[in-house]
């Protein structure tokens, strides 16, 4: 294996120009590959403050490091540093991680799926958090069937009403779960929630914890709330997260906003 190498090339100042996409984005230069470690410390010690505020077990929360726009080595180092879960949002840069990265690594699919992408996540995602229509539930579960596997999955849940954001409305989310509980290629385990940037996240956090148990007094297997990002992630812990994702709070700003 490579030492950890720093990053020092500047962030890419424009896609535009005919330049071909880099195969993998750079990092923003700000955070390099030795840095990893100490940030992954200190979030994991917040995720422990957060969790003994309300007196939960911080070992009940699993922490997902979102890659996206992260180079390579920034992910070694947090495998090094004994990170093992992953994340990404896009099926092709997904594939490309793939590719590189080696185990010890969990990877998580947290973004859009688009029905024609799904053999790009099915059984190489070990959670898809984003499932939030039938279509695609039943696209990938006829995938998953095809493929002789059981694929993990949450639903996506747009507890803030956005429009601009992907997920089922809250008051149609036990009707499409009870759908998905029907195809057998899926195992549906939980709820994801992502909050319009502008909305107080509390709120939407606990909305979407009395979702899954309401779900879960029918539904034993519903016990995962994907919820918290590096802005409120603690938030969000307090209010029942079991699953954290969580991007520029290990990595450092990203170059790039995903559209
Ligand atoms: C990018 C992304 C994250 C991580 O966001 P940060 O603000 O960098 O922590 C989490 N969830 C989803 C769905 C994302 O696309």
């Given amino acids: 294996m490579m030492a950890a190498r720093t990053h020092a090339e500047p962030a890419p100042t424009s896609l535009g120009g005919g330049e071909p996409e880099p195969a993998i984005p750079v990092s923003g ?6 840095e990893v470690p100490e940030r992954l410390a200190a979030v994991r010690r917040r995720i422990a403050a957060a969790a003994e505020r309300v007196l939960r077990d911080p070992d009940e929360i699993r922490m997902v490091a979102v890659t996206k726009m992260v ?9 090094r540093a004994g990170q093992i879960d992953f994340g990404e949002n896009r099926a092709q840069e997904f594939r490309r991680k793939l590719a590189v990265i080696e185990p010890p690594v969990a990877w998580h699919f947290v ?10 996540v099915t059984g190489l995602a070990q959670l898809i958090h984003s499932v939030d229509r039938l279509e695609l539930a039943e696209a990938l579960a ?5 493929d002789g596997l059981r694929q993990r999955i949450l639903v996506q849940v747009n507890t803030g009403l956005d ?3 992907a997920g089922v409305v809250p008051e149609e989310a036990p009707a499409l779960i009870e759908r998905v509980r029907e195809l057998s290629g899926l195992a549906c385990e939980g709820l994801m929630t992502v909050p319009p940037l502008a909305a107080d996240p509390r709120p939407l956090f606990a909305r979407l914890r009395a979702l899954r148990d309401t779900l879960r007094s029918r539904f034993p297997e519903i016990q995962q709330l994907s919820m918290g ?7 969000a812990i307090e209010e029942g997260s079991t699953i954290v994702r969580l991007g520029e709070a290990l990595f450092g700003p990203r170059p790039l906003k995903p559209a």
């Fill in 29 to 34: 230069g700000r955070v390099t590959a030795d």
């Fill in 71 to 79: 180079a390579p080595e920034m992910i070694v180092a947090a495998q």
């Fill in 111 to 120: 973004g859009r799926v688009q029905r024609n992408k799904v053999a790009d």
């Fill in 142 to 146: 006829a995938r998953a069937q095809r």
């Fill in 163 to 165: 429009p601009a954001k």
């Fill in 229 to 235: 990002m590096s802005g409120d992630f603690e938030v």
